[in-house]
């Protein structure tokens, strides 16, 4: 049965970003919920994202994740 799950995200987290077959720890900021994302690196830096399309997913603090292979990786969703 679908479910609507109704999330406001503001604030820092998280963000894994994946590009090449790498994978890139970053930091997401969004201060309210009309802004725009900033991705920011290790180095406090904005990231650079590449032209074109991006899609991105919104995960609970509890999802586990896990590399499969050389530049596969895993989700297994929760929530929060």
Known sequence: ???IVDIVVSGPGKAY???YG???ELTWYRNAIDQLFT???PDGEPFPL???NTWFEVVGSSTQ???E???SWRFMFSIP
């Open 1 to 3: 049965k679908p479910e």
């Open 17 to 19: 970003l994946f590009r």
């Open 22 to 24: 790498e994978m890139f």
């Open 39 to 41: 991705l920011v690196g």
């Open 50 to 52: 590449k032209p074109g």
């Open 65 to 67: 994740m896990k590399q």
């Open 69 to 71: 292979g050389d530049s």
